[in-house]
């Protein structure tokens, strides 16, 4: 494994371009292998074992790519499968979490809203972070149905993503919540949306920033920190048909990118 190797990069679907993109700010220079894995997804609805199989043959794949670094950038692969993935795959894994804790250090209120799929709500690695921080802090846990697939079809701001984001955080509100975490990274992409229906006073808190720089101290550790001089490359897959896969990765991505098919991936089926 060398420092020139690309990072690997999977999610459930589109939604872990909201990390891809700020990686890309962290490490301009690095080369990037993206896995949406959108003809599976939601995740959310999954059971624990299929989510653990697929998150198994993506890193699979990802390392027969020559991945030295792995960004498991979705929380709910991370809640059913972050321990196996790290028992079985020798190399750095970086992996997602609601961003409870900042949350907790910020809010004025007391009260924070935490957005994620219900697999992610109710995971062990959640369970430990609402025991930790939920006798500093009201948490008001808020599993989102739906949002996954409204993302999934390139849908930011239309009519059925908008009611179903005024469902999921005008309660929070009503409860007093100043600050939401977004414990799903599809869920970026609809930040505009809840800061319109949340107003400006309400904190929103992703944590893609964090584990780009998260993922920058890992390679600097590990000797893996590109040093290469010129600008890195992505390349993109997917469980999707291309033509479904294409126009929203290139929508999201904001640019006309290829998207290869994710080959066939037999330990699921
Ligand atoms: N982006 C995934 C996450 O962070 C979405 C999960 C799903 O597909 O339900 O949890």
């Not at 894994?93 to 409870?100: D, G, L, Q």
């Not at 584990?211 to 590109?226: K, M, Q, V, Y």
Request: hydrophobic share 45%; glycine share 8%; proline share 7%.
């Amino acid at each position: 494994m060398t420092a020139a190797n690309p990072i690997g990069v999977f999610d459930s679907g589109v939604g872990g371009l909201s990390v891809l993109r700020e990686i890309r700010r962290e490490l301009p220079g690095e080369d990037l292998l993206y896995v949406a894995d959108s003809g599976y997804a939601p995740y959310g609805d999954k059971p624990g074992h299929l989510i653990e199989a697929r998150s198994i043959a993506i890193v699979e794949f990802l390392v027969s790519q020559r991945a030295k670094a792995i960004v498991v950038a979705c929380n709910t692969a991370t809640g059913a499968a972050i321990e196996t993935l790290r028992a079985r795959f020798p190399l750095p894994i970086v992996a997602m979490e609601p961003a409870i804790k900042p949350a907790a250090a910020s809010t004025r209120s007391g009260v924070i809203g935490v957005l994620a799929t219900g697999s992610t709500l109710a995971s062990e690695n959640f369970e430990r972070l609402f025991t930790r921080f939920g006798t500093d802090v009201d948490i008001l846990i808020q599993p989102c149905p739906g949002l996954v697939e409204q993302v999934e079809a390139g849908d930011l701001s239309g009519d059925q993503t908008r009611a179903l984001l005024e469902q999921y955080v005008l309660p929070l509100l009503e409860r007093q919540a100043d600050t939401i975490v977004l414990g799903c990274t599809h869920y970026p992409f609809l930040a505009p949306l809840i800061r319109e229906i949340a107003g400006p006073s309400v904190a929103i808190i992703d944590p893609s920033a964090a584990i780009a720089r998260e993922l920058r101290r890992r390679l600097a550790d590990t000797g893996l920190l590109s040093r290469e001089p010129h600008a890195g490359t992505e390349h993109f897959w997917s469980s999707a048909t291309p033509d479904k896969a294409q126009p929203v990765i290139s929508q999201l991505w904001r640019a006309g990118i290829e998207v290869w098919s994710l080959p066939d991936t037999p330990a699921c089926r």
